[in-house]
């Protein structure tokens, strides 16, 4: 005769078997009530008893199954985020360059090719198409997956740090990736663009001179680096995380790395992303991912500036540079991780276990069209760059 909990074994709720221990009890709350909603094509809410069996006509009786439901799920979620990414590199190669060309016909002081990154014209002008194709490329995603998803802001942004010491365990970190991560050429290509734009408009004013600059400046490093973690850390890893910590943290840095549709740049921006997720997750909220981002960019920076001294000792005050930010960075890390260690405070990704392996997950989501498209256009764009 079968016992209670026999029967209570064949029953599946692949919401209630998530591992919420890792985030506060709102952000729970809220994440359990967007995944349970039957309505939600997007949440992954397979519940049933293994043992029932369903009559489907044409084939019988056929029993429930997770990964079904599993794979059905993620087919929809990639849809909409390939869609997203087409909107992304769209903006950027083809629909901003329009723009400018259209309003370059107009008298405007603004121009470019399509099969370059620079920009020509005035200083006011260049600083004002490229803002404005930044924003649009990146919030028109945003905007789209928010429409889709329906994710509550509650969930999209996790607001509550619940371990300071993790914040600053993800800022080390991105120093040390961002210097190993630095040979040659790892910042990008249009960073160094527009600096060397600026430091040739006039001589006897130095870039830090020049408003536009700075105004620049500061609209990359800053605006440009929160509006990406928001796409990345917030519209599309909060949805892939009902899949598991590991499975988000993967697919949102090859994401992050593709877009930037350049060799040189990936493998840090993959690492740089990494970091993010996983400090976000482990910090419990997404000022750690806004501070990483933000690192990463004024390192870039940082080196783009020193790299175009004239200077004969620039080799040795940038090697000089890298070795100091690498060991501070590696000092904090080490003294945090014994720290943490000494107090017992562990903190660890949420766990997801299914019929489907994290491999078979990944491969999947990479079949779905336009998700898989959108990344071949990326590469294809990365090696056109290398080319020429």
Known sequence: MKTADDCEKTIIDVVEEFDYSTQNEVYNKSFRKWR???????AFNFSANTKESVFIDGKGFVNNSPAVAECETINRIFFIIGCAMLIWITTEN??????????????????TTFFSTAYYGGSIE???????????KILIPVFYMRKKFRVPLKVEFMGT???????????????MVCTIANI???YSSSAKEIYDYFKSTDTDISVWGQSEYVIYTIFDVVIISVASEILFRGAIFSVLRQFGDIFAVIITSVMSA?????????????LISAIASVGMLKSGSVFTAFAVSIIYK????????????????????????MTGIFAVGSLAVITIYFIKKKTDRQNHLAVYTSE?????????SFRVYPFWAVAVICVIAGIIKIVY
Do not use: C, W
């Open 36 to 42: 349970k909603n039957k309505n939600n094509p997007f």
């Open 94 to 111: 083809i629909i901003g360059k329009i723009i400018i060309y259209i309003i370059g016909t107009v008298g405007i002081n603004v121009h």
């Open 126 to 136: 260049i600083v004002s198409a490229l803002i404005a194709i930044a924003l649009i």
């Open 161 to 175: 740090m619940n371990d300071s010491a993790e914040l600053i365990n993800a800022m080390a970190m991105a120093l």
């Open 184 to 186: 040659p050429d790892a």
């Open 258 to 270: 593709l877009l930037t549709q350049d060799f040189r740049e990936m493998p840090a921006v993959f």
């Open 298 to 321: 004024m390192y870039q920076l940082s080196i783009v500036i020193i790299e175009t001294s004239t200077s004969e000792n620039m080799f040795i005050i940038r090697n000089l540079i």
């Open 356 to 364: 489907i392996t994290l491999k078979e997950r990944i491969l999947y």
